[in-house]
């Protein structure tokens, strides 16, 4: 089944009482036995919904797993996967990671012995070198969350075999359609479902996707136990918004790459990063393990902090808002919106600046988000 038929029908079936096409939205707290430990396979919705068994058949399904496990947050699924973890173990993490992952490892499960060590995973061999005895897991963002660094999952695949390390990689600004990690013998999948996989900013959402039945079992004891769970109608206008993803991760794309061009050549404009232009230190990766280059761009202007800040409070159509991967494009300031919690020292050394720009771009018309962009950028 290709990609296009999975995204409308992958664990979809009609419903049995009534044949509805869609799902029907599961909206229960709990379920009637017929007997004493007896009943239809379901118990408490904590536990299971048949809402989300659909969407996590369907994202497993998407991402050529297995098993996929549904989290009321991006950030829940997150913090579900370091509980497979225990005091003492140590996890190398990419160094440009979302702000609300810096600050889960290095403000919380710092409290209880989780000890992280942040490299440059864009370089292999930065991995490699941090590890230690008590390693047991590499985080990985590809394209990392701003500054869009992009990581050869084939390498870190072989890396956690050789050491037995469990490999885990945030594949949310490329989504399934784009990059699908299992396929290079990596361990776990993490989305923020909230973002290109829902796609319409109406839900919060999260999952976990794999291929081993030992890490499903324990994240489904953990969803169970800690009751993050997605709720029905949240799963269910998951689910509408994944039927579109192919055609709407296409635009995406498309619309991405002729913005990052246009910001490219702006005499106004100090840098661009985009997997999709030739410029990026990661480029020849990004063609070889990704189908298209998303629609998450990042950029610097010529002069001070506040030609950004003058640049995005400028836009007319972009929405200067704190998400991305939705049809609107979006556009955001990582050191005082989703980064603010990342030390300012931290932040710079990674090179995460004050004036660093992060653009989502959206599934508008190209020519009206350049417009758009263009008039701001007259203003600065």
Known sequence: MKFATKAVRAGIEPDPSTGAIVPPIFQTATYVLDEIGKGKGYDYTRSSNPTRAVLEANLAALEGGKYGVSYASGMSAVDAVARLLAAGDHVISSDDVYGGVSRLYNQILNRFGLQITYVDTSNP????EAIRPETKMVWIETPTNPLLKVTDLEIVGQIGREHNLLTAVDSTFATPYLLRPLEYGIDLVVHSTTKYLSGHNQIIG???????EDLYEELKFVQKSVGAVSSPFDCWLTLLGLKTLPLRMQK???NGMAVARFLESHPKVARVSYPGLPS?????IARRQMKAFSGMISFELKGDVQSGITLMNSVRLCSLAE???AVETMITHPASMTHASVPKEVREARGLTDSLVRLSVGI?????????LEQALARV
């Open 125 to 128: 061999e930065n991995i490699v």
């Open 206 to 212: 999260g999952a976990v996707i794999t291929n081993r």
């Open 252 to 254: 995406h794309s498309e």
């Open 280 to 284: 990026h230190p990661q480029h020849a």
């Open 323 to 325: 998400s991305l991967g």
């Open 364 to 372: 508008e018309h190209v020519d009206d988000i350049i417009a758009d």
